[in-house]
């Protein structure tokens, strides 16, 4: 950084930057929080929800959908499937694939889980009228495809 640039915090999008930032981290500090006595973190109920919407997704496709690597998806679901709470099955057409269902178990567990979370996320942002919460959204759909953007540029 030479003399003449403007330091990080003196950008005016900088204060957006922290305001984000911050807002994620204490999301994930008092989801956490909220679903230890369920006996799982943030990043379960994110496998959970995704296997309650979209029921026999591949193990690709949910580390796709997450933005997480297979090493976490390798480290998460056999954790997941010995507690009783998803199975994984094998693809009819394509025996290489395998396909993840919730047990029943698993899907009281997410109807549950889910349940805080939308509590959270109705006492959360309850602080702005609708219009100013879906304009937000909006502003960081835009960020995350610019992201994402970035980041297949610099992997390609």
């Not at 994110?46 to 979209?54: E, K, S």
């Not at 693809?91 to 290489?96: L, M, P, S």
Request: hydrophobic share 45%.
């Amino acid at each position: 950084m030479n003399k003449n640039q403007a330091l990080p915090f003196e950008h005016p999008r900088f204060k957006s930057w922290i305001a984000v930032g911050r807002a994620c981290q204490l999301m994930q500090q008092t989801m956490a929080r909220l679903l230890a006595p369920l006996d799982i973190k943030p990043p379960h109920l994110d496998i959970l929800v995704n296997l309650y919407r979209f029921e026999g997704i591949s193990q690709q496709e949910l580390a796709r959908k997450l933005l997480v690597g297979r090493s976490n998806m390798s480290m998460l679901l056999p954790q997941m499937e010995k507690r009783g709470l998803l199975e994984r099955r094998g693809d009819q057409k394509d025996k290489r694939v395998l396909r993840l269902y919730l047990t029943e178990d698993g899907r009281a567990l997410t109807l549950k889980a889910m349940a805080i979370q939308t509590d959270v996320i109705e006492r959360s942002l309850s602080v702005a009228p609708i219009e100013q919460c879906l304009q937000v959204a909006e502003v960081m759909e835009k960020l995350a495809a610019r992201l994402q953007a970035d980041e297949d540029e610099a992997i390609a």
